[in-house]
């Protein structure tokens, strides 16, 4: 079982740029597919973007080109590069990991992102 801390989280203006990080507690190498979600008060939890244990990554049609996750598999950590923020992009953000071997989720238990007009 693993435990994911998020990180990175705060106020920040349009246009503006916040790198978010999860820590897992134990090696991801191999392990654990990767990724991010966000819930925005009276919405639907949306997935950010994903990155499987092979560097694979896919992201929500709403952040292509302005958000970049990637993995560090020595440091057990995930990131997740947000750039041009907007103010649709205010949200809770939460870190998951999927274990390769029994597909089951594990969550962070989320960082707030908020971008000011």
């Known amino acids: 079982q693993v435990q994911l801390v998020e990180s990175g989280g705060g106020l920040v203006q349009a246009g503006g740029s916040l790198r978010l990080s999860c820590a897992a507690s134990?090696?991801?190498?191999?392990?654990?597919?990767m990724g991010w979600l966000r819930q925005a008060p009276g919405k639907q939890r949306e997935l950010v973007a994903t990155?499987?244990?092979?560097?694979?990554?896919n992201y929500a049609d709403s952040v292509k080109g302005r958000f970049t996750i990637s993995r560090d598999n020595k440091k057990n950590t995930v990131s997740l590069q947000m750039d041009n923020l907007k103010p649709e992009d205010t949200a809770v953000y939460y870190c998951f990991a999927k274990s390769v071997k029994t597909m089951r989720d594990y969550w962070g238990r989320g960082t707030q992102v908020t971008i000011s007009t």
């Open positions: 990155i499987t244990t092979d560097s694979n990554s």
């Open positions: 134990t090696t991801i190498l191999n392990t654990y597919h």
